[in-house]
Every structure is written in C-alpha cells, then in structure tokens.
C-alpha cells in the first residue's frame, strides 16, 4: 500500500513543479537577474536616481555591512565630455572577511564587495548590481569560499529588498 502513496505524491511534486514552469510569465521589472557574473535588478527610468543610490546604502547598513567608498564615477567622466549617472557602492563585512582570508588569503584581491548604479538611457531604466563574490573566488581559484557565498548571498538579499521596495 505505501508504494502507490509514494508514487501518487511523487507525482503530485512533478506536477506542480511542471506546473510552476509553465505558468512563469516575463520576468518583472526589479526581479534580480544574471548578467554575466552579476546579479542585477532593472528599475524603471522615472524613478529618482539619487533616491535609488540612497535607498541602497541605507539597505547595505540595514544588512550590517560597512560602506567603505563611493566612487562617483558620473563627475569623474565629466571632465571628458560624458554626462551620465553612475556611482559605485564599495561595501565590505568585516566578519565574513576574517572568516574567508583564514580560509585562502588570495580571497582579498576581490575585495570589497561593489555595487555599481547607473543609468541605461539607451533602454530607459536604472541598473543596480554587483558582482558575485563567489564567482570572483571561483575565478581566483580560491580553494575554500563558502565565505564568499555567504556575502553573496546576504548581497542577494539587498538587492531583493531594494527591488520590492520600487515594485
């Protein structure tokens, strides 16, 4: 008797997961996606730039991360005749740093953390991401980066919060 049961709830399971797959429609403005080795969120271009680079560093301190630079990239391009938006965020968790130069040293050439937020006038949205510090440990063939996961895992988590709050 247990064998139908179990093949009736396996089947159920790959119903709704067939199911899930069928009903997804267009990925939504703010969902996070990949580019590359990045993760990134489109907002709509309407919205207010400043606000948006605001709003994200106030989430990477909710996440207690530590802002340690912002490049503002936009004023330094002026000087050669190119007006844009565009700023990076450096941001670094001294915590998950400790952990992950104990594990592998060479973890610290892809540090820190970057949040990079311009705008695409071309495609009229703002982009907010960052690269993946896993995939940057990866590529340094860091032997041990579950640090690195970690932090872009909680990086994830600032980008999801920051894409539901402009939904």
């Known amino acids: 008797m247990k064998r139908p049961v179990t093949a009736w709830l396996r089947n159920l399971v790959l119903a709704v997961i ?3 797959f069928l009903c997804a429609g267009p990925v ?25 680079v605001d709003r994200l560093k106030s989430e990477i301190l909710a996440a207690n991360w530590e802002i340690t630079d912002v490049q503002e990239v936009d004023i330094g391009l002026r000087q050669y005749g190119v007006n844009t938006q565009n700023k990076v965020i450096s941001a670094c968790k001294s915590q998950l740093l400790a952990e992950a130069i104990k594990d592998d040293p060479y973890i610290s ?26 995939a940057e440990a990866r590529a340094l063939k860091v032997g041990k980066y579950g640090a690195a996961k970690q932090a872009t895992a909680e990086l994830k988590s600032v980008l999801r919060i920051l894409a539901e709050f402009y939904k």
Not at 30 to 36: A, P
Not at 109 to 134: M, N
């Open 109 to 134: 050439l892809a540090v820190p953390c970057r949040f990079t937020v311009f705008r695409d006038e071309a495609k009229d949205r703002i982009v907010v991401g960052f690269h993946d510090p896993a």
């Open 28 to 52: 939504a403005a703010g969902d996070i996606q990949k580019h590359g080795d990045a993760f990134v969120i489109y907002l709509p271009g309407n919205l207010d730039y400043l606000e948006i």
């Open 18 to 20: 067939a199911g899930s």
